[in-house]
């Protein structure tokens, strides 16, 4: 299920939606995995597109919805160019913001520094997008909402605290000079522990090693009784230090606020090891127990905002794959307006009286593989109580398939929320989508064609219902003509019962004689739709109209020479041949 987030760009809020999901068979039937690819080349953003139009839902709220979301972001590129902007430095946050720690690091005080910039930068994004979204050219809900839901995550989370709180905090770690580290040793002078004993907001002062440490260990009175601190402590800056992975890892980070403000230098934090002496890994030792020190500060900074985490980057970017969805369908779109394809926004409307009212449309994805719209031939087409099954007939490469599929490219990409290749397109959203299309032959080597076919036809008769939308394509062909129209038959009339708006595109010209004969006293009626013929020429137009039958076949029989006459020259033109002719115009 898609609509279980608490806001999304794809339904209404606070709408309960169920969808159902076309078959992956549908989707390669209706070009839609073609379509998918021409409208990007990324994988991951085409596993989204596919993702949200095969989950279809009849309600004309969230078609609607979907359109007008749509609408704004397609003529609005400002905006459109804005939220790309914004949704790049969130995902490359999300993506590459993840401070790299080993294994056994412990989460320190410079992994919440890192955290503590990385939220900063969150928040300065979320602000930019409420104030992108605050145009007053966005007219859709879903924008709108979204805008709206913005506000209640600031309401709800504290943003205006959260800042506040990343401030102080950025401006009192960046204050931070120096740490004074407490050390037990054993009767070797070997360390045992180490402990923090306070951080601070100025450097150790340089000073001699005579007074330092010499000193302390060689004059009784110099050694402190107990082991309270009054701050009286002299400091020597050790050079060189070797093998420092604590500093490397300060060095890779250094866009950080605190390492930027106020850089620790390599002789504050580490003391010099002779090389060679077996030590060598001592640095990188007093790094680890400097960062655990340092661990139990951190842990207190962090619940100061880890409790923004999941409203403050989670509820923000789900959303983001929605707003790709509508920006690259958006641009692929735009590009097709200026070659000159007409493209226009769909209505959805409840399912009574016409079901679809298209004018003008044109199949899509043929579209895509034409230089010149001007080579577009378009239609119109109703579905509605009277014409709710179409037998759809015409010569072999005439336009039968094209047409239909284009039908359910219509409803497919409207209910996507995109818009559609048509003049005019006001529909009642489908449920699903079926097609029953010709199977590959390995998919019927157990059952043979016709086993698969009628198989496959009752498990979709059984889904379907009065919101759906069935395409075939020359369903029970494979047998004899007398045993494919008798099961044809039989189906029709069984659609109708369901009214179940279907085209049914086919050769058996009778079943098309005989369309008006199959609904009885149903609502539902069936009707005969042709590609036109002219003189012989494929014209790729429908209408609504008896199918032409063997008159057609005339003119084709005329035009490549294979009559009786022109095949035994008697040159004669009987009156019937006339009259055939005639009826074909």
């Not at 720690?101 to 994004?125: A, P």
């Not at 790094?287 to 880890?306: E, G, Q, V």
């Not at 059952?447 to 069935?470: H, M, P, Q, V, Y």
Request: a negative charge.
């Amino acid at each position: 299920m898609l609509n279980d987030r608490k806001f999304s760009l794809l339904y209404p809020r606070g709408k309960d939606v169920r969808y159902k999901r076309i078959e992956d068979s549908t989707f390669h039937d209706l070009g839609l995995d073609v379509i998918c690819k021409e409208v990007t080349s990324e994988p991951k953003e085409q596993n989204v597109i596919t993702e949200i139009i095969s989950n279809l839902t009849s309600d004309p709220d969230v078609t609607n919805y979907r359109q007008e979301i749509f609408e704004d972001l397609k003529d609005l590129p400002d905006v459109r160019a804005r939220l790309v902007e914004l949704f790049d430095k969130i995902e490359f946050n999300k993506t590459y913001g993840t401070y790299r720690k080993s294994k056994d690091e412990v989460e320190g005080l410079w992994f919440f520094m890192h955290r503590l910039n990385q939220y900063r930068d969150y928040i300065t994004c979320v602000d930019a997008l409420k104030e992108c979204l605050a145009d007053e050219r966005i007219k859709s809900e879903g924008l709108r909402g979204f805008r709206d839901y913005i506000d209640e995550i600031y309401a709800d989370a504290h943003f205006h605290e959260l800042k506040q709180d990343i401030e102080k905090l950025s401006s009192e770690t960046s204050e931070i000079q120096s740490v004074t580290v407490g050390i037990n040793l054993n009767g070797r002078l070997e360390a045992t522990s180490m402990g923090l004993i306070s951080v601070n907001n100025k450097p150790f002062r340089k000073s001699g090693i005579v007074s330092n440490f010499a000193d302390s260990l060689n004059m009784g009175n110099k050694i402190n009784d107990g082991n309270n601190w009054d701050g009286d402590m002299h400091y020597r800056q050790v050079e060189n230090a070797k093998d420092n992975a604590f500093m490397n890892v300060l060095e890779n980070y250094s866009k950080f606020t605190a390492a930027n403000a106020n850089p620790l230098t390599r002789a504050s934090t580490v003391a010099s090891i002779t090389t060679g002496d077996g030590l060598s890994s001592s640095t990188f030792y007093l790094d680890n127990i400097l960062n655990r020190m340092l661990d139990s500060m951190a842990k207190s900074l962090r619940k100061t905002i880890d409790k923004y985490s999941d409203l403050a980057i989670n509820c923000i970017t789900d959303i983001i794959p929605e707003f790709v969805y509508y920006i690259r369908f958006a641009e692929f779109m735009l590009s097709l307006e200026k070659k000159g394809f007409k493209l226009c926004k769909a209505e959805a409307v409840a399912g009574s009286g016409a079901s679809m009212d298209a004018r003008g449309f044109y199949n899509f994805k043929l579209a895509l593989n034409l230089a010149d719209p001007k080579e577009i031939v378009t239609n119109d087409l109703v579905f509605d109580p009277d014409h709710t099954i179409y037998i759809l007939t015409g010569a072999n490469r005439g336009g039968k398939t094209t047409a239909t599929q284009g039908v359910g490219l219509l409803f497919a990409l409207a209910q996507g929320g995109i818009y559609v290749p048509a003049d005019f397109f006001e529909f009642a959203p489908a449920d699903c989508i079926y097609t029953h299309f010709p199977a590959d032959e390995d998919k019927t080597m157990d059952l043979g064609r016709l086993g698969e076919e009628c198989i496959r036809f009752k498990e979709i008769f059984n889904d379907a219902t009065a919101e759906s939308l069935i395409l075939m394509n020359e369903t029970f062909s494979t047998t004899s003509f007398e045993e494919g129209y008798y099961i044809a038959c039989d189906s029709v009339k069984a659609l109708l019962t369901k009214s179940v708006r279907t085209i049914y595109n086919t050769h058996m010209h009778k079943l098309g004689s005989d369309a008006e004969d199959f609904s009885g006293a149903l609502p539902a009626k069936a009707a005969s739709l042709i590609v036109k013929s002219e003189g012989g020429n494929r014209s790729f137009k429908l209408e609504v109209a008896p199918p032409e039958g063997s008159s057609y076949a005339s003119d084709i029989a005329k035009k490549y020479g294979v009559t009786y006459e022109m095949l035994t020259g008697s040159g004669s033109v009987s009156s019937g041949d006339e009259t055939s002719e005639g009826s074909a115009d």
